[in-house]
């Protein structure tokens, strides 16, 4: 028997904003195997009760120790063998960015890269944080396991995946060093599984909010579910859905089967 998966994942830049917005119909009527989020800028105990008893469904959080800021969240059906919230270093362990799933066969990172744009400082953050998350993930190939990793990731990697390169080839998200990152990373053999089934231009996830730019399409595609080339055999389909409103990022998708 094999198993068949159905993910999504989405930043929604904070939880209680979008619930204001019909997330808990949406995601019930989406009835995800598993459902990622990031930003959800929640400590576990301030998650609303119909959100932290959904039926049928396990909840993880990762919060960070500031106050209203990053976080992440894992619901999933099937429960995992275990949970990690972070690489194993405090400096990037206490912002509430990591949750590790091990399910076995299976291991899904939901991850919540860090933004580079407020300075020097976030943005050497940044590129450490990359570094650090490729040297674990490839721990976790080496032990042979499937790989499911997926989030935000903060930058866009293609000229495809921006609609104005050229304007923003000097902005954190689309910098050469951090696009070389992201070659850096599919050249150890992850697939960007969008890709897979769609090369068309004009496929965002991400729009400033302050220009209106989602009426214009005028986005990113910084949002991602990669999985190691043994799991990419097993992709049915990955999509993206710009029409669900109430964050300036939209959920992604993936249909995954996997040997049972």
Known sequence: ????????????????????????QWFL??????????????????????LRQVPGYHLYVSSA???????????TKTEPQSVLYGFGGDEFDNEGRIIIADYGHLVLMN????????????????????????????????????????????TAHKEIDIARPRENAKTSGFLPMEREWMDRFVERGYVDTFRMFNQEP??????????????????????????DQGASEGVESA???PEVMGSDHCPIGLRLKLPG
């Open 1 to 24: 028997m094999a198993n068949r998966w159905k993910l999504l994942s989405w930043n929604v830049n904070g939880l209680r904003a979008v619930v204001k917005k019909g997330f808990l």
């Open 29 to 50: 009527q989406e009835d995800p195997d598993i459902l990622c989020l990031q930003e959800s800028k929640l400590s576990e105990d301030q998650v609303p009760e119909d």
């Open 65 to 75: 120790q500031r106050k209203g800021y990053s976080g992440v969240m894992l619901y």
């Open 111 to 154: 991850i919540y890269f860090p933004n580079g744009r407020t300075g020097q400082e976030r943005l050497d953050y940044k590129m450490r944080f990359y570094e650090a998350f490729l040297e674990f993930v490839e721990g976790m190939k080496a032990q042979g396991r499937r790989i499911v990793v997926c989030g935000d990731v903060n």
């Open 202 to 227: 004009g496929q965002y996830t991400w729009w400033d909010t302050i220009s209106r730019a989602r009426e214009r399409n005028v986005g990113w595609r910084i949002d991602y579910f990669f999985v």
């Open 239 to 241: 999509w993206i859905m």
